[in-house]
């Protein structure tokens, strides 16, 4: 049974960093692509960033560009989000997922995705 359990979520001012942490086990990650989802209150869960199986290809929000960096090291077995120049409107509820039948087209989908952590907090103060 595969597990998700995210770390490194907390307050921050704005401007500033948090690095976040999604630690896999239960199956072998190299074959799991693994994304980066965020919900705030009252709002719809968004993409923020995943990297693909195998390769490690990544995408993006826009709103994250340039700003956020996703990685994942297969010899660990975890994928980390590092978010920098944070901003007030990044506060939201932090989600990583993972899923073996995600394709291209659906990197950005959360229904591609089986298996989902608990979710840690992220909140920006202005």
């Known amino acids: 049974q595969v597990q998700l359990v995210e770390s490194g979520g907390g307050l921050v001012q704005a401007g500033g960093s948090l690095r976040l942490s999604c630690a896999f086990s239960?199956?072998?990650?190299?074959?799991?692509?693994v994304g980066w989802f965020r919900q705030a209150p009252g709002k719809e869960r968004d993409i923020v960033a995943a990297v693909k199986r195998y390769g490690g290809a990544t995408v993006y929000a826009d709103s994250v560009k340039g700003r956020f960096t996703i990685f994942r090291d297969n010899t660990k077995n975890t994928v980390s989000l590092q978010m920098n120049s944070l901003k007030p409107e990044d506060t939201a509820i932090y989600y990583c997922?993972?899923?073996?039948?995600?394709?291209?087209?659906?990197?950005?989908?959360?229904?591609?995705?089986?298996?989902w952590g608990q979710g840690t907090q992220v909140t920006v103060s202005s």
């Open positions: 997922a993972a899923g073996m039948g995600v394709i291209t087209s659906t990197l950005r989908d959360g229904a591609a995705y089986r298996y």
């Open positions: 239960g199956d072998t990650f190299r074959s799991y692509t």
